[in-house]
């Protein structure tokens, strides 16, 4: 879910709520996802500290019958009978103090795909079903659940069929236990990797330059909590898909293995940043991180899009953001190590050129603030995303709002989170009225082209559109629109989507 980063701990609070707003019916099938990172999510931020099993009580639609549709064996060839090709356009290289990295060999322009990854595996997130078909994630109304646990939904038999060897972990699992059927997204995730890697014995596409056994895990560099949660994540493996998995590999495999998802793991978003499910894309991941990327990455249903947002050259390494970007040079900084364990040294890192006006102080004191009160007012923001989000977002915003203008990243992180509370309250006046202060300062704030404004955008059309200011709206999704063409690519279905709605407008 997508993931924000001020300090670890904070968004798994977020992931939590979000998931709350998300579930509310709005116009704009709000949200309150926290701030897209479109890239390995720690595993405190990705899969914990949500409810993780929430009992789904959709709406019935077309019942089908009979979810034990097996996979017949295939006889595979041995390991690397598949010529390994590379991604074109692009080379695996070893970066200067970065180790493996990606490289351009030709000219890439802005909005060029510069290559997809289908996931290794992915999983849908428990609280999106019956709204996505799990072996797709297809968005649509109607889709046929599974006969037995009548928890997993899919578009037609071939979903079905194609997810059966995933879902039949899970599927008389859920029967069995439940409503204490409650594994975290990692645990899930790494449960169907395990079967993958078994049923798997050559490269696959989604590894033409990184295998997942190539993934670094990290385990020197993890604190006792890490290991504690790892730990537990291996005990939730065990007690729940034991059954359905024979011989699960040995605990230091194990360690190993949640290690490596935690590190390069990504969360699926939708065009509003809205959690979808988790995956793992291996040639997605070797890419190095900088907090000014020349690539997004989007979703194709479970396919990972990497397009260029700046001109890329050859000889140019690719750079993915790992973070979100939001916020001041010290706070990305923290997020990167406590996360990914590195020292980002990227331009925007060294420059720190934006941090001013993310940082920026009310204009009209009598007397400006001393380093000492601005560095204390920090902390407070900090803990208040941490500890007292909800009750605290109005009153956090007027305590702030005596040293820090709006623009400032905090007080725009306050007012994204109480946009949200009003999505969940359906007063989508109040929604609107934050979504309009939150847009211009996130488009000085971010990247030129970024997820996070886009989302804004959406999110602000779709909620002018409901409340019939059909000038507005259009103007919003427009914005979205220009960003998404770039980001997404012009014959993405979410672009498509929003050229609808703004058509249906005229
Ligand atoms: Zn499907
Ligand atoms: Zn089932
Ligand atoms: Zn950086």
């Given at each position: 879910m997508r993931a924000t980063g001020i300090t670890s701990g904070c968004d798994a609070a977020i992931a939590a709520y979000a998931r709350r707003v998300s579930s509310a019916s709005c116009p704009t099938r709000g949200t309150a996802a926290p701030q897209s990172s479109a890239r390995p999510a720690a595993p405190e931020r990705r899969a914990r500290g949500r409810p993780?099993?929430?009992?789904?009580?959709?709406?019935?639609?077309?019942?089908?019958?009979?979810?034990?549709?097996?996979?017949?064996?295939?006889?595979?060839?041995?390991?690397?009978?598949?010529?390994?090709?590379?991604?074109?356009?692009?080379?695996r290289f070893l970066s200067p103090d970065k180790g493996r990295g990606l490289r351009a060999v030709r000219h890439f322009a802005v909005g060029e795909l510069v290559f997809a990854c289908p996931a290794y595996s992915?999983?849908?997130?428990v609280n999106e079903r019956a709204a996505h078909c799990e072996g797709c994630f297809t968005r649509k109304e109607g889709l046929s659940k599974c006969g037995k646990c009548k928890q997993a939904f899919y578009c037609d038999v071939d979903c079905q069929k194609g997810d059966?060897?995933?879902?039949?972990?899970?599927?008389?699992?859920?029967?069995?236990?439940?409503?204490?059927?409650?594994?975290?997204?990692?645990?899930?995730?790494?449960?169907?990797?395990?079967?993958?890697?078994?049923?798997?014995t050559e490269r696959t596409p989604s590894e033409r330059l990184l295998l997942l056994t190539e993934f670094e895990s990290h385990l020197d560099k993890l604190?006792?909590?890490?290991?504690?949660?790892?730990q537990s994540d291996i005990a939730a493996l065990h007690h729940f898909y034991s059954k359905h998995i024979i011989d699960l590999p040995d605990n230091q495999a194990l360690?190993?293995?949640?290690?490596?998802?935690?590190?390069?793991?990504?969360?699926?978003?939708?065009?509003?940043?809205?959690?979808?499910?988790s995956a793992v894309f291996p040639d997605v991941a070797l890419m190095n991180h900088s907090c000014s990327p020349n690539v997004i990455v989007t979703y194709k249903g479970t396919v990972a899009e990497v397009r260029a947002v700046q001109d890329i050259n050859p000889g140019d390494e690719v750079f993915n953001s790992y973070i979100d970007l939001l916020y001041p040079t010290e706070d990305r900084r923290e997020r990167l190590i406590d996360s990914y364990f590195f020292n980002c040294q990227c331009d925007e890192c060294t420059s720190k050129s934006k941090d001013k006006a993310k940082m920026e102080i009310k204009k009209k004191l009598s007397s400006p603030p001393e380093p000492e009160e601005i560095r204390a007012m920090v902390h407070y923001a900090k803990n208040v995303i941490e500890d007292e989000l909800l009750e605290m977002c109005e009153l956090s915003q007027e305590k702030m709002g005596s040293i820090f203008a709006d623009t400032n990243v905090y007080m725009l992180h306050m007012m994204y989170q109480a946009m949200g509370v009003c999505l969940y309250m359906q007063?989508?006046?109040?929604?609107?009225?934050?979504?309009?202060?939150?847009?211009?300062p996130y488009s000085v704030h971010y990247p030129a082209?970024?997820?996070?404004?886009?989302?804004m955008y959406l999110k602000l059309g779709r909620l002018y559109l409901g409340l019939e200011r059909k000038?507005?709206?259009?103007?919003?999704?427009?914005?979205?629109?220009?960003?998404?063409?770039?980001?997404?690519g012009k014959d993405h279905h979410y672009v498509a989507e929003v050229k609808r709605e703004i058509e249906e407008q005229k």
């Open positions: 993780s099993n929430q009992p789904v009580s959709h709406s019935v639609h077309r019942e089908r019958s009979g979810a034990a549709v097996r996979l017949t064996k295939r006889t595979r060839p041995g390991k690397g009978t598949m010529k390994n090709e590379g991604i074109e356009g692009t080379e992915y999983v849908l997130t059966w060897p995933m879902h039949k972990l899970e599927c008389s699992a859920m029967c069995a236990y439940g409503e204490n059927w409650c594994p975290s997204e990692t645990v899930r995730l790494v449960a169907r990797i395990i079967m993958k890697q078994r049923a798997t604190d006792s909590e890490k290991e504690e949660m790892n360690i190993e293995l949640f290690g490596q998802v935690n590190c390069n793991g990504f969360t699926i978003e939708d065009e509003e940043l809205s959690h979808l499910g007063d989508w006046d109040g929604a609107m009225s934050y979504g309009e202060k939150i847009v211009q082209y970024s997820l996070n404004v886009a989302s000038t507005q709206g259009v103007k919003a999704l427009k914005k979205a629109q220009g960003i998404m063409e770039v980001a997404h």
